[in-house]
């Protein structure tokens, strides 16, 4: 089955800096990757997801990039603000089959002021 | 509209107790899912329904069962707490305008199991 690893497990970046939370995955046949943030006693929530046909895709200050050949893909948040506080859970699957959906461990970022 | 809700919200149990996790959309999805969150682990799934009338295990279904009561519920059922048990159950559901890969979760459930 799929395997997904996350880095790093926690993250701290200042107010404005750039944040890059890396994952990579095992199967080859995996061609759909989202990324859900999840905030304190919250819910998770999807933000951004990528498939295997784009190497990039932008939405305001968040960014995935996916790099097939590695089998890497990776979030990057620009211009960090305090509300980007949050636990950032990768995953990997094949288009239609979110049951397969496999989730990394997550990565806790902290945005100081 | 409410999207998927769970209840409840907090449960302590002993070991041994049994107990129903309920959960309920209202986005016409035709997929539901129960998913279990420990710290460092991630979302691990436990048990998903791909549409009404079926079940399938997830990647850690020991110690659990479910029940697709029609397209709008899904339960998750402990006969027999135990202490590993200890974690915050989320539902989710796919499908719809949403499309088939998006999971729209619910609030989620902590258990505590003594």
């Known amino acids: 089955g799929e395997n997904v690893e996350q880095h790093p497990s926690t993250l701290s970046v200042q107010e404005g800096d750039s944040a890059v939370i890396k994952c990579t995955y095992s199967?080859?046949?995996?061609?759909?990757f989202p990324w859900y943030k999840q905030e304190l006693g919250k819910r998770p929530q999807l933000i951004i997801d990528?498939?295997?046909?784009?190497g990039e895709k932008k939405d305001q200050r968040i960014a995935v990039t996916l790099n097939k050949t590695a089998k890497h893909f990776s979030l990057h948040i620009t211009e960090t603000q305090p509300e980007d506080s949050a636990v950032y859970f990768c995953?990997?699957?094949?288009?239609?089959?979110?049951?397969?959906?496999?989730f990394g461990t997550g990565t806790r970022l902290q945005v100081t002021l | 509209n409410a999207g998927v809700t769970q209840t409840p919200k907090f449960q302590v149990l002993k070991t041994g107790q049994s107990m129903t996790l309920q959960c309920a959309q209202d986005?016409?999805?035709?997929?539901m899912y129960w998913y279990r969150q420990d710290p460092g682990m991630g979302l691990r799934l436990i048990y998903y329904?791909?549409?009404?009338?079926?079940?399938d295990k997830g990647e850690v279904p020991n110690g659990y069962n479910v029940s697709r009561l029609n397209k709008r519920e899904f339960s998750l059922r402990l006969e027999s707490a135990a202490p590993s048990q200890t974690s915050v159950y989320f539902c989710?559901?796919?499908?719809?305008?949403?499309?088939?890969?998006?999971?729209?979760f619910g609030a989620g459930s902590r258990l505590t199991v003594l």
């Open positions: 989710a559901s796919s499908g719809g305008f949403s499309g088939a890969n998006v999971l729209t």
């Open positions: 199967d080859s046949a995996s061609n759909y």
């Open positions: 990528i498939r295997s046909n784009v």
């Open positions: 995953a990997a699957s094949r288009i239609g089959t979110a049951s397969k959906l496999t």
């Open positions: 986005m016409n999805h035709n997929s």
């Open positions: 329904s791909a549409s009404e009338g079926t079940t």
